[in-house]
Every structure is written in structure tokens, then in C-alpha cells.
């Protein structure tokens, strides 16, 4: 993890409608003055400062050393650290709420995170995942056999690329209750943000060998043409999904 990618994480975070899906996420959370909460992947640090503004006692934990040290220097007086969101450094029942945004994608075993942290929450605990779901993406483009292929492989090449749409059952599945599901649609209007995600797209698919470079390439020089004419779109659903752990066992 280059910190050009986490500089591109902190500029989606700055985002009005990443802003939003943030607040929605913390009222789900009812996180507030007190609660104990875990912003599990926590990138550049953005909702643990945001969770610490509301009261909350905040800790993000985060894979990657880089984002950790990348997330104190953003914020130096939050606390953050190195931790597998699959063996979390908490006691059993040790917290108010769990939060993972952009993470279980990228995860060995989802379900083992979501049991983690079933483990770490208290009777009565919160969780709210979010996340894309990385084959429900729109792109106008001249070539739309192409642009699914790309999208398609891509998602395929991700350890588990569609595991947002099952979020809400595996919550379910976890014995979470109180379970709600909802879906935000992302826009990217801004072209540098754009073209990231499209370069990623792209270079997926190429690994994958779905597309040849030189297919991937002209795919995504269409694209910085669009962009340059101001005809570059690019959207995404966004789900967010929140349970509660019972405070009676189930």
C-alpha cells in the first residue's frame, strides 16, 4: 500500500457524498459520548478523527503498516494500530461498535471477520459494514462489451469483490439482529478519483487475462478523452449494512 493510493483513499474520504455515507454509517453506530468503537481497516484515519469529534472512545486498527503510519501522521492524537481484522487485539465483549468500510473485499474470510467481531462486541453492540460491490459499476463508454468484460474481470480478480451485496446475510448468518440493509449510489465526478478507479479496473482485467494491454489500453485512453471533454461517468452502489449483537444469547 503506496501513499499515493492512500492519498487517493483521503481525497474519496473528502468527498460531500463519502461525508454523508460516513455520517449515516455513525448514526447506524449510535455511536456517541462514551462508546467504545473499532473502525476496523481504517485507511487514513478519517472516521476514527470523526468518531473521536462525536464523543466516542475511537481506535482504528488497520493490515497494513503503511496506513497506520499514514493515519497518525494525518492524525496525531487519535490512536491507531497494526492488527488482522480476523484476530482483533480485544477481549470478548470488550466494545460499543464495530465499523469496516472498504475492507471485507479484500479480506481471506469475511465470515471469519464478522465472527471476530461478534466476539469483540458487547450484548447490545453495534456493527455497520460498508462497502462496493465491484460488478455493480456504470460506465458510459463506446465499447460496452468491453467495459463489462473489464468490470466483470476485475471483480472476479478481487479476493471476494461481490461480498457487499451479501452483507446483510451475513450479518444474518453471524446471529446478528436488528439488521438493516441499505444501498447508496456513488458518483465520480471528479476525474482524477475517476481514472484511479478505471486504471485499477483495467490493470484487474489484464491480470485476470480477460483483456489484452493493448484493449485495456485504448479502454482507457476513451476514457481520459472523456474526461478531458468533460463526458466521463462513472457510478457505483454503495452498501451499508448495520445489526446489533443480541443482548440475550441467541
Known sequence: MDKTFLETLLAFDRRPDSVQLRRRS?????????????????????????????GSDAVGIDAAEEAVAFAREQHPSHRFEVGDAQRLPFPDESLDGYRAEKLYHAL?????????????LAP????????????????????????????????????????????????LDTGFDDVS????TTLLADPTVALFTLTRLAG???????VSE?????????????????????????????????????
Open 26 to 54: 455513525y448514526e447506524l453506530l449510535r455511536a456517541g459520548p462514551g462508546s467504545r468503537v473499532v473502525d476496523v481497516g481504517c485507511g487514513a484515519g478519517t472516521a476514527v478523527a470523526e468518531l473521536a469529534a462525536i
Open 108 to 120: 481471506e474470510d469475511p465470515d471469519k471477520a464478522c465472527a471476530e467481531a461478534r466476539r469483540v
Open 124 to 171: 447490545g453492540g453495534r456493527i455497520v459494514l460498508v462497502g462496493q460491490d465491484w460488478e455493480f459499476i456504470a460506465i458510459e463508454s463506446d465499447d460496452p462489451a468491453l467495459t463489462r468484460a473489464i468490470v466483470t474481470a476485475s471483480a472476479e480478480g478481487i479476493g471476494h469483490g461481490r461480498v457487499a451485496r451479501r452483507y446483510r446475510n451475513l450479518l
Open 204 to 210: 484487474g482485467a489484464v491480470r485476470a487475462g480477460a
Open 181 to 184: 440493509c441499505e444501498v447508496h
Open 214 to 250: 493493448a484493449q485495456a489500453g485504448r479502454w482507457l485512453d476513451e476514457q481520459r478523452g472523456r474526461a478531458e471533454r468533460d463526458r466521463l461517468l462513472v457510478a457505483f452502489a454503495q452498501f451499508l449494512a448495520a445489526g446489533r449483537r443480541p443482548v440475550t444469547p441467541s
